[in-house]
């Protein structure tokens, strides 16, 4: 069976240490980029945003960034998506950014189109909104790194935590149709960790009309596209799974959609 062109496995580190190097391009869409960079200590990245606004995740580990003319100092804190909560740095369009690695760190570089209309700033643990969703074998936890009311242009990006034999993004729901304010097109990438690492898990994409329909083993460290369609998850038991999302489209709102064949068990 051929492998499903919405499963992207991490690469072999470039010069860079880049693992990930996901672009519109790359995806078939037109909003949503996506980069992972396993930086050595004293490794030093740095960019221009050009005409993307961008979020740098410190997944784990410490940097000193600095971004949009700002200094942010030494930040990160977390040796592991499943021990606490983010720090990240917001960079708009039109400026630039460095990272310098204080020790091994994960970086995640989150990138949408945008015009440079709000400034750089740092967003530390405490912005970081967390609540709890579901009930029973459908409780997940989210920390809302830069949800719909913070200032940004195209981003929005967040993390999850689902325990051991649960499911996420579930009932399945679908941001695919530009039609508010009862659904957004969004599209989004799931950078998906797994504890204990050698852990797998599973992620179905698919439309009403199964013109797209994917079920997607992913180990740790995948990525999965969701251009469109429904796109549940779920953590095998043993195995708590984290992801990172990043979604974008031409308005920056999250409005969802339910599968109506599933959407029973919300009553």
Request: contains cysteine; glycine residues 8%.
């Amino acid at each position: 069976m051929a492998p499903s062109p919405l499963l992207v496995h991490p690469q072999r580190p470039d010069t860079d240490n880049r693992i990930h190097h996901v672009t519109p391009e790359s995806a078939g869409w037109t909003y949503v980029g996506f980069e992972v960079f396993d930086l050595a200590d004293g490794q030093k990245l740095e960019r221009p945003t050009g005409d993307q606004e961008i979020c740098l995740v410190i997944v784990s580990g410490k940097a000193h960034v600095t971004g949009g003319g700002r200094d942010f100092g030494v930040i990160g804190e977390r040796l592991s998506v499943f021990e606490g909560l983010p720090w990240s740095v917001y960079v708009p369009a039109k400026a630039d950014w460095t990272v310098v690695a204080q020790g091994p760190c994960e970086l995640a570089v989150c990138a949408a189109p945008g015009t440079g209309r709000y400034p750089a700033r740092l967003i530390g643990p405490e912005q970081v909104g967390t609540l709890t969703r579901g009930k029973g074998s459908n409780v997940r936890h989210v920390r809302n790194i830069l949800p719909e009311e913070a200032e940004a242009e195209s981003l929005l990006v967040v993390e999850v935590i689902t325990p051991p034999g649960n499911w996420s993004s579930y009932p399945p729901h679908k941001h695919d149709q530009d039609n508010l304010p009862a659904e957004s097109l969004l599209e989004e990438t799931y950078y998906h960790r797994l504890n204990p690492p050698q852990g797998y898990g599973m992620q179905r994409v698919y439309t009403d009309d199964r013109s797209l329909d994917e079920s997607i083993s992913f180990a740790d460290r995948d990525v999965v596209l969701v251009p469109r369609g429904y796109h549940p998850c779920a953590a095998p038991h043993g195995y708590t799974l984290y992801y990172l999302n990043v979604m974008a489209g031409p308005t920056r709102i999250w409005r969802f959609h339910n599968d109506p064949a599933h959407e029973w068990m919300l009553a």
